[in-house]
């Protein structure tokens, strides 16, 4: 296996580890610890689906023109459509920490 054929492979792993998470995320609300409590559940669990369809997707991307499935146009098609989810997770889906709720003064 030559190099871009082994990132492929991490990227792959890493893929499947964060579509896990985020199915995990979604389905229990429940967030995992290191992002901390005062995060959306909700708003995590479709961040961390938007950056696993985007791994996936580049490869997909690349095991289709290596497996000659398809061709190169199809290829971009893929890695446009996973660097449009990647761009709407930023934007959109970043976690952000709830806002604070302050004690009311007596």
Known sequence: MDFMAWINVVMAVAGLGL????????????VPRWYGADHEPHRIGKYTLCFALFWLLQVAGYLGVELRLFNST???IFVISGFALLTMAIIRHRPRPLPRREAPND
Do not use: D, H, N
């Open 74 to 76: 199809v290829r971009f």
């Open 19 to 30: 579509l896990a998470m985020g199915i995990r995320i979604l389905a229990t609300g429940r």
